[in-house]
T-cell receptor
């Protein structure tokens, strides 16, 4: 498989559930990103990892918890979410952090919180 | 003022028309200007980017930057139904510690009618 993959593609969860989103990149990149895409709003950067270290956390609520065990994998752990967290969650990667202008995106996970 | 502004549309044109998509930005220090295309139920894909001012052409697509007016444009010649997608402008902004992040416009949804 090539590029950036994300699983699951769709997820419905209750506000008391705990779930995780997974991202894997097959591009040999060193930087990975989580974005949130809501209707009628620009993509919002949530987290940035470079060589498995978090370098950016854009004031994201603690109910979102990222994990980067190696440079190819990125997780987003979710717990006690709110309905307004329903959105498309996109993972992206770039060669290095300073090449953030050239990011490759996965297909996203469509999350619905009920 | 938001860093990147983009009219979300929607924009509907007949097949073969010339399409003009535009964004404005606020910071005159920006140097890279990106255009991403996002098909329905997919993640964004990098279409093309320009550095500094001027034009860049790739097939039917031309990206243009006017730094004096802080205006970026994407032109699509001989538009095809397969061009129907949401087009997002994005600008990499420095966020410290060697880290850049992409600031996106809201995206313009384009429909090319056969």
């Amino acid at each position: 498989e090539t590029g950036v993959t994300q699983t699951p593609r769709h997820l419905v969860m209750g506000m008391t559930n705990k779930k995780s989103l997974k991202c894997e990149q097959h591009l040999g990149h060193n930087a990975m990103y989580w974005y949130k895409q809501s209707a009628k709003k620009p993509l919002e950067l949530m987290f940035v990892y470079s060589l498995e270290e978090r370098v950016e956390n854009n004031s994201v609520p603690s109910r979102f918890s990222p994990e980067c065990p190696n440079s190819s994998h990125l997780f987003l752990h979710l717990h006690t979410l709110q309905p307004e967290d329903s959105a498309l969650y996109l993972c992206a990667s770039s060669q290095e952090m300073d090449r953030a202008y050239e990011q490759y995106f996965g297909p996203g996970t469509r999350l619905t919180v009920t | 003022q938001k860093e990147v502004e983009q009219d979300p549309g929607p924009l509907s044109v007949p097949e073969g028309a010339i399409v003009s998509l535009n964004c404005t930005y606020s910071n005159s220090a920006f140097q890279y200007f990106m255009w991403y295309r996002q098909y329905s139920r997919k993640g964004p894909e990098l279409l093309m980017y320009t550095y500094s001012s001027g034009n860049k052409e790739d097939g039917r697509f031309t990206a243009q930057v006017d730094k004096s007016s802080k205006y970026i444009s994407l032109f699509i010649r001989d538009s095809q139904p397969s061009d129907s997608a949401t087009y997002l402008c994005a600008i990499p902004t420095y966020s410290g510690a060697g880290s850049y992040q992409l600031t996106f416009g809201k995206g313009t949804k384009l429909s090319v009618i056969p």
